[in-house]
C-alpha cells in the first residue's frame, strides 16, 4: 500500500477520487445531522479536491523544495502524505465526530483549517507575485466553504470553541513549518560537514 500511495504517489488521484464520493453522500448528511455537522464534514472532502490541485504531480513539494529549501529536500514524499493524512484527514474526521458527539461548535477546528491553509496560499503568492500549487481551490473552496463553516457551527458557541478551533488549525500549520525548518537545518549542518 505504500509503495502506491507514496512511492508511485497515488495518494492525491485516490484523496480527488474519495472526496467526490464523500461530497456525493454530503444532501443525505445534511438532511439526517443538520447543516452545521454536514459543513463540518464538507470539510474533509474539500479539502481532499485541494490535495489534488496541491499535490498532483508532487507540485507542492516540488515547489516548497525550490522556493524555502533552494533545492534541498526540504519535505520529502513520506513526510507530506503523513502531513496531509494525519494533518487533516484524522483532525478532520476526529473534528465530525466532536461536532456530532459533544457540539456542532466542537468540531471548529474542522473549518478554520482550510482558512488558515487559504491564508498560507495567499501570502507566499501576494508575497512572490506567483502561483503557488493549491491556490486555486484554496480560493474557491476553502473561504466560502471554511467561513461557512466557521459562521454556521460556531453560532451561539461562545468565544472558547472558536478559540481552539483557531489554535488548532495554527498549531497544525506552525508544526508543518517547524518540521521543514528544522529540516532544512539538519540539512545545512550536513552540507558544511567538510568529507573526510
Given at each position: 500500500m505504500?509503495t502506491?500511495?507514496v512511492?508511485e504517489?497515488?495518494w ?5 477520487f ?11 448528511v445534511?438532511?439526517f445531522?443538520g447543516?452545521?455537522?454536514a459543513?463540518?464534514?464538507a ?29 534541498r ?8 502524505f503523513?502531513i ?8 478532520d474526521?476526529?473534528?465530525l ?6 457540539a456542532p ?13 487559504a ?10 507575485r ?7 481551490t484554496a ?13 454556521e457551527?460556531?453560532?451561539g458557541?461562545?468565544?472558547?470553541p ?7 488549525a495554527v498549531?497544525?500549520?506552525?508544526a ?6 528544522r ?11 567538510p568529507?573526510?
Amino acid at each position: 500500500m505504500w509503495t502506491w500511495l507514496v512511492r508511485e504517489w497515488q495518494w492525491p488521484t485516490a484523496a480527488l477520487f474519495a472526496g467526490v464520493m464523500l461530497l456525493a453522500v454530503l444532501p443525505p448528511v445534511a438532511f439526517f445531522a443538520g447543516t452545521a455537522v454536514a459543513l463540518v464534514f464538507a470539510q474533509l472532502p474539500i479539502y481532499m479536491l485541494h490535495q489534488y490541485e496541491e499535490h498532483a504531480g508532487d507540485r507542492f513539494r516540488r515547489y516548497i523544495n525550490a522556493t524555502l529549501g533552494g533545492g534541498r529536500e526540504a519535505l520529502t514524499p513520506g513526510a507530506t502524505f503523513w502531513i496531509n493524512s494525519l494533518g487533516v484527514w484524522a483532525v478532520d474526521v476526529l473534528a465530525l465526530y466532536l461536532a456530532w458527539l459533544v457540539a456542532p461548535s466542537a468540531g471548529l477546528v474542522a473549518g478554520y483549517l482550510p482558512l488558515v491553509n487559504a491564508l498560507a496560499h495567499i501570502g507566499p503568492t501576494v508575497a512572490r507575485r506567483e502561483y503557488n500549487p493549491g491556490l486555486v481551490t484554496a480560493l474557491v473552496l476553502f473561504l466560502p466553504v471554511g467561513g461557512w463553516c466557521v459562521y454556521e457551527t460556531g453560532a451561539g458557541g461562545g468565544f472558547w470553541p472558536h478559540a481552539a478551533g483557531l489554535a488548532g488549525a495554527v498549531a497544525i500549520h506552525a508544526a508543518i513549518v517547524g518540521y521543514v525548518v528544522r529540516r532544512l537545518v539538519r540539512l545545512r549542518k550536513s552540507e558544511a560537514v567538510p568529507a573526510v
